[in-house]
């Protein structure tokens, strides 16, 4: 079983991922791109996965920017579709 991480920890992995998307998830909500129920449930889902040390690796070795989210990300469905349809920040 893993060990549930905080909040901060959450919003961190979240934050760098949807960086790296080049979709900083904190200047969709606050350009209204995207709605803040939607980043809050994103935040609750990344705290409920059930690793997030796989999501801490992958952003510690992966390059400063991605494609597409990895395949194990428990929000990989919306950011593949945020990815494709928002435009995203170099």
Do not use: W, Y
């Amino acid at each position: 079983m893993s060990k549930s991480h905080t909040t901060d920890d959450t919003r961190k992995l979240l934050r760098d991922l949807t960086e790296k998307l080049g979709l900083p998830l904190p200047d969709l909500v606050a350009n209204g791109l995207l709605p803040n129920q939607i980043a809050t449930q994103m935040e609750q889902n990344c705290a409920a996965c059930p690793a997030p040390e796989k999501c801490r690796n992958f952003l510690a070795a992966g390059p400063e920017t991605i494609e597409k989210p990895p395949s194990f990300c428990v929000n990989a469905r919306l950011l593949t579709f945020l990815s494709k349809t928002l435009p995203r920040v170099p």
